[in-house]
């Protein structure tokens, strides 16, 4: 049994467009809730932070619906659960103003890093902030798997890549400007730096290796909110159960078609 946990961020997505309609999200739940739907070899827990506002109250439900561990889910009284509408234009996503709520100013107590330490593998994001705590994270034993969405240029980007084992980016440059981004990033520390290109697949490198995968031809796309974190999700489920990189990264594939194919980012 593999212990993960989803550490940082946990929000809520609604759509002003769509009545309102809205989902429990943020970079870890969905890695998390896709993986738990693919392998049962998981024993999940989410660490983090929420209101006791309607949204809060919906997201410890969700939680607690599928099994995971909410001991580390802090509720905040009276305050604001994180939240950002999202608007579709040609079924691609498009973000409005977020509100940070609790979460703006949010630090996790020495409790929480030794609960997250307890875990064979650690998720987190740039709004977790964990950033500070990756490299004492890494260094008790946890592999810590990020995903920096497409912030090349984040502040804290080094800070990152020096102190994480596989990362996830969403690349917007060609295939050559990627693969010197993944190298950048696995001379810095990371073990094994995977990058998503859309409609023209991923690319992986493992320090030796440079891998390219294709993507799952999907016939009507619905939303691509979630495309990056259920592939990641995919390719995480199939390296817990041993696969080799190209095996992952057709997971991944596999698993980003079948969300952009529904509106919300996990099945």
């Not at 330490?117 to 260094?139: A, K, N, P, W």
């Not at 980007?157 to 190298?183: P, T, Y």
């Not at 073990?191 to 320090?207: E, P, R, W």
Request: include cysteine; charge should be negative; hydrophobic fraction near 40%.
């Amino acid at each position: 049994m593999i212990k993960f946990t989803a550490a940082g961020y946990v929000c809520i997505d609604y759509y002003p467009d769509f009545n309102g309609r809205w989902y429990v999200t943020g970079n870890g739940t969905d890695v998390l809730f896709n993986l738990l739907d693919m392998n049962s070899n998981i024993e999940a827990s989410v660490v983090s932070a929420v209101s006791d506002d309607l949204y809060g109250r919906k997201a410890l439900e969700a939680f607690k619906k599928r099994g995971i561990d909410c001991s580390y889910l802090e509720i905040v009284p009276g305050k604001e659960t994180p939240n950002v509408p999202l608007y579709l234009v040609d079924n691609d996503r498009k973000h409005g103003e977020p509100v940070r709520g609790i979460m703006k100013n949010y630090e996790f107590s020495e409790e929480a890093v030794d609960f997250i330490c307890r875990h064979d593998i650690v998720h987190s994001d740039f709004t977790g902030r964990l950033i500070s705590r990756l490299g004492e994270i890494r260094r008790r034993g946890s592999k810590v798997f990020f995903d920096l969405s497409n912030q090349l240029n984040h502040p804290d980007i080094k800070d990152v890549l020096e102190n994480i084992d596989c990362g996830l980016v969403s690349f917007e440059g060609d295939w050559e400007q990627g693969k010197e981004f993944l190298k950048y990033a696995h001379d810095l520390g990371v073990k094994l730096m995977v990058a998503t290109f859309g409609k023209n697949g991923s690319a992986a490198y493992d320090g030796s290796v440079f891998y390219r995968g294709d993507i799952v031809p999907v016939k009507n796309v619905v939303n691509t909110v979630g495309a990056g974190d259920s592939y990641f999700a995919g390719f995480i489920a199939a390296l817990i159960d041993g696969k080799n990189i190209p095996e992952c990264m057709e997971s991944g594939a596999a698993r980003a078609a079948k969300v952009i194919s529904v509106f919300e980012p996990y099945l």
